[in-house]
Every structure is written in C-alpha cells, then in structure tokens.
C-alpha cells in the first residue's frame, strides 16, 4: 500500500473509533443504546439506512454480480428499492410510530401473539449471523486481494475495529459513523466512475469496448430462462416480495427510523435514502463492467471492485475508494449486530423469560453484540463455499422474507388475520421455501411462491380461529373510517 493511502485508511479508522467512543456517553439505559433516545435528524437517518443497505451484497456483491451479469443487475437497486422505500415512509413508519414498538417482532407480537413475536424474532437473528459473517468475509477476501492479508487477519482486524465502537456508542455511534461512511462511499463511487470512464477513453469507448466482447452484459433484463435473475423472476419475487419486505419489515434498516427524534424525521429520512438510492446503481455496478472491459485477473468475480482499486486508481484516490470499500461493510456489521443484540434481549429474552429484569437489557446488548460479532466471526470462512456473495444473501432473504410479508400486509389491513394463523403461516412458510429450494426452485420464484401460499394459508386458518386476546386495531392497523365505532 502507498503510505498515502495508508495514512487515510488509519485516519479514517481513527476518526469512526473516536466518534463511537464519543457517543458513548449518552448511552445510559438500553433506549439509548437501541433506539439512539429517539434522537436521529431525518438526515442521519437517511444516510444510515443507505449505508446500512449499501454493504456486503451491495458494494461487493453486486459489483462481483455486475461482472458476471452486467447492468441487470442494477434491477435490483430501481426495481428493488425504490417504490417500496417509499411504500415505507408513507404507510409502514407511521404505522410502526403509532404502535410505540422497538423492532418489528414487536408489533407482530402486538398484531398477532408472543409465540409469532420470538419465532420472528429467532428468524431473523439467525439469518442476521450469515449476513455479519458474509460481510466479514466480504472485507476479508477485499483485504486479501489489496493487502495480501490471509483471510482470517481481516476477519480479526474488522470485528475488533466494528466491535470497539459499536459495543460502546450503541445505535447514535452506528447511525452517525454510518453517516459518515456514506459520504465517504458516494465521494470515492464517484471518483472511480470519473477515472476509469477516463482511463477506458470514454463513455463511448467504454460502451463500444463492452458491446464487443460482452454484448449480453448491456441487457437491462435477462432471458426467462436464466439460471440466476429471469426477468419474469425479478419482476414477482424481487419487485413483489424482497423489496417490500426488506424495506417494510427488515430491522436492520427500520430501527434507524425507529430511533428518529420525530414520526417526520423517520419518513423524511426513508424519503432522502430513496433519493440517494436513484444514483447508487452507477456507484455499485460499473465497477464491475470495468473489471470485465480491463480483463482484470481475478479468482472470485466478488474480487472486481478490490481489483479495480488496486490497478486502475492512482495513490490517494486508491486510499479513498478502498475506505468507501471497508465503510459500506462495516455499515453492514454495525447496523446487523446492534438490530439483532436487540431482538435478543427484548423480542427473545423478555418473552421467554417473564421476570427478565428490565434494567439489565443495556449490558446484555453490549455482551450480545460482542458475542454476535465473535460468532460471525467463527462462521466467516464457510461463506466462500456459498457461491457469490450477492446470490447467497438473497436465497438467504427468500427463506423467510415472503411469510414476513405476508403476515405484515394482513396484519396491517385486515381484522381477520388472527394468532394462530400468524404462527402456522410463518412456521409453515418457511418450510414451504425450504422445500422449493431444495427443489432446485430459483429463489426469486421461490420467495414469490412462499408469499403467496403464505397469503393464502393465513387467510384460511385465520377463518378457522379467532383472535386469542383483545386487538387494539385502531392502534396496529389501517381501518376504513366507517369501520372504526365497531372496534373496542
């Protein structure tokens, strides 16, 4: 490494460690250290969410994904993100605010039952662990390629660094180093955009040089039968279901809008981060088409945009980009282990065990996210035997994700749905995606066809059963105003 570049990278280092350190001292009860003390402006929220999203699958894996697909992957950015970030702001974040929850456990456990609470809650820690660990290794094969260092010294090196501000400063430190790392991302996707157009000799250059040796790579959706991202694929199971369900249910990103000072500053935050969302793709994918014009040599198309730093980015503008690298895992990391220490201690553990004393949930959210970071941590190398970071993390998603939803939209617009319907349709739904995978079932055809059995078993088991205890429905759901003088 230049020692230019060296010297940003511990500047950089230096300046996230202090700041969470910093925070630190407004953590002092567990509001504090999950929820921030409700303090977040839109714009630290809004920059949080994106660095949150931007991480392993994102800044790594798409670019990898963008090697090997081209700009269809960019489908997952647009089409992915953007109308259901703002589905979430309009409809889903004011819900959550009326309803006074922590996570999103929470108000199912409100809408349906305490069972439905854990198994959700349990759901989604454990496919949280994966996605930490696929972020580790994202940094550490990131490293390897950049530094030379064995896989197993990034592991290390990250989880100390992410661990030491993280466990101290709680959701403010994650949220506003989150901040900063995204500023540092845009700045370096925008500078590796402008050199290496520069370096290919230009847009036209660069294009006409993709067209010939790669012309599949500038197709915005991809065959019906492809292996991988189907168009008719993309439209049911990204569009309809993942995207929905990642930015109208998945913690990791909500809880910064749970965390605002405000009900505006949550919805204008999702708003600013779907704005920001529009230029991601570019950042993202054309690392990944440059690594493929430049013939770059390397082992795991995961390694492009590590590539791409290292032989086409002069010393400083390297140093920088390599930041924005680090920057969006780390995100990934900080915002995974806090939202998940905080489905432990308050979804998992105050449900399981009834006099769980309150005022002990600041220290085990500091010891669990320490212990989530060391099991990750363990759980790293197996990641390289999954096939593409990108593609592991979704299959990972449509598992589970079409049964969240289904039981979120019912949940939240309908008095039918009931407990027992709630359990048996996520428990057998999640079977239900497991089996079609097994079955070799694409996982955006997998994740479309779980949500719709899902939608459908919930509708019937819950015309079979009733509600087990009172549901305050004008505080969990949207009720026509017709309706509402008949719930009590």
């Known amino acids: 490494m230049h020692p230019l570049d060296l010297l940003m990278v511990v500047a950089y280092l230096a300046i996230i460690i202090y700041v969470g350190v910093r925070l630190s001292g407004r953590v002092k009860t567990d509001r504090d250290f999950f929820l921030a003390g409700r303090s977040l402006a839109f714009w630290v929220v809004g920059l949080s969410i994106i660095g949150t999203n931007?991480?392993?699958?994102?800044?790594?894996?798409?670019s990898g994904n963008a090697y090997k697909v081209g700009i269809a992957q960019a489908?997952?950015?647009?089409?992915?993100?953007?109308?259901?970030?703002?589905?979430?702001?309009?409809?889903?974040?004011?819900?959550?605010?009326?309803?006074?929850?922590?996570?999103?456990?929470?108000?199912?456990?409100?809408?349906?039952?305490?069972?439905?609470?854990?198994?959700?809650?349990?759901?989604?820690?454990?496919?949280?662990?994966?996605?930490?660990?696929?972020?580790?290794?994202?940094?550490?094969?990131?490293?390897?390629?950049?530094?030379g260092w064995p896989t197993w010294l990034g592991i290390f090196v990250t989880g100390t660094i992410v661990g030491a501000y993280s466990v101290v400063g709680g959701l403010a430190a994650v949220a506003f180093t989150d901040s900063l790392q995204v500023v540092v991302m845009f700045v370096g996707g925008i500078v590796i955009v402008g050199l290496g157009l520069s370096g290919a000799g230009g847009l036209e250059s660069f294009a006409e040089a993709l067209k010939k040796e790669n012309p599949e790579h500038l197709h915005a959706y991809l065959p019906a039968d492809h292996e991988t991202f189907p168009w008719p694929g993309v439209i049911l199971g990204l569009g309809i279901v993942l995207s929905p369900a990642y930015w109208c249910a998945g913690q990791a990103i909500l809880q910064r809008t749970l965390g605002a000072r405000s009900q505006w500053d949550?919805?204008?935050?999702?708003?600013?981060?779907?704005?920001?969302?529009?230029?991601?793709?570019?950042?993202?994918?054309?690392?990944?088409?440059?690594?493929?014009?430049?013939?770059?040599?390397?082992?795991?198309?995961?390694?492009?945009?590590?590539?791409?730093?290292?032989?086409?980015?002069?010393?400083?503008i390297s140093g920088l980009m390599f930041i924005a690298i680090i920057a969006a895992l780390q995100s990934t990391i900080d915002s995974s282990v806090n939202s998940t220490s905080l489905l432990i201690t308050r979804d998992i553990r105050h449900v399981l065990i009834r006099n769980a004393d309150?005022?002990?949930?600041?220290?085990?959210?500091?010891?669990?996210?320490?212990?989530?970071?060391?099991?990750?941590?363990?759980?790293?190398?197996?990641?390289?035997?999954?096939?593409?970071?990108?593609?592991?993390?979704?299959?990972?998603?449509?598992?589970?994700?079409?049964?969240?939803?289904?039981?979120?939209?019912?949940?939240?617009?309908?008095?039918?749905?009931?407990?027992?319907?709630?359990?048996?349709?996520?428990?057998?739904?999640?079977?239900?995606?497991?089996?079609?995978?097994?079955?070799?079932?694409n996982m955006l055809y997998v994740a479309f066809s779980s949500f719709v059995y899902s939608l459908v078993a919930l509708w019937i088991v819950s015309g079979f059963t009733t509600h087990d205890v009172d549901i305050n429905f004008e505080k969990l759901t949207y009720i026509p105003w017709w309706q509402r003088k008949k719930i009590t």
């Not at 439905?116 to 662990?129: D, E, P, Q, Y």
């Not at 529009?278 to 590539?307: N, S």
């Open 75 to 147: 489908n997952f950015e647009w089409i992915g993100a953007i109308p259901a970030m703002i589905i979430a702001s309009l409809v889903f974040i004011p819900l959550y605010w009326k309803a006074g929850v922590y996570s999103i456990p929470e108000y199912l456990g409100m809408r349906y039952s305490q069972a439905v609470r854990v198994t959700a809650a349990t759901i989604t820690s454990i496919v949280s662990v994966f996605a930490i660990a696929v972020a580790l290794w994202a940094i550490a094969i990131t490293l390897q390629t950049y530094l």
């Open 266 to 316: 949550a919805s204008a935050g999702m708003m600013l981060a779907a704005l920001a969302k529009t230029c991601v793709p570019l950042l993202i994918v054309f690392p990944g088409l440059l690594a493929l014009v430049m013939l770059a040599e390397i082992e795991y198309p995961d390694q492009a945009m590590a590539w791409v730093i290292k032989e086409v980015l002069p010393p400083g």
């Open 358 to 441: 309150p005022k002990k949930d600041l220290l085990i959210g500091r010891y669990l996210t320490v212990a989530l970071l060391l099991l990750a941590m363990g759980t790293a190398p197996i990641i390289s035997t999954m096939g593409g970071i990108y593609q592991f993390i979704q299959t990972l998603l449509s598992l589970f994700q079409g049964p969240m939803l289904a039981l979120l939209l019912l949940g939240a617009f309908t008095r039918r749905a009931t407990a027992a319907g709630g359990l048996w349709t996520l428990i057998s739904g999640v079977i239900v995606a497991i089996l079609l995978l097994v079955l070799d079932m």
């Open 54 to 62: 931007i991480g392993a699958d994102s800044y790594i894996g798409a």
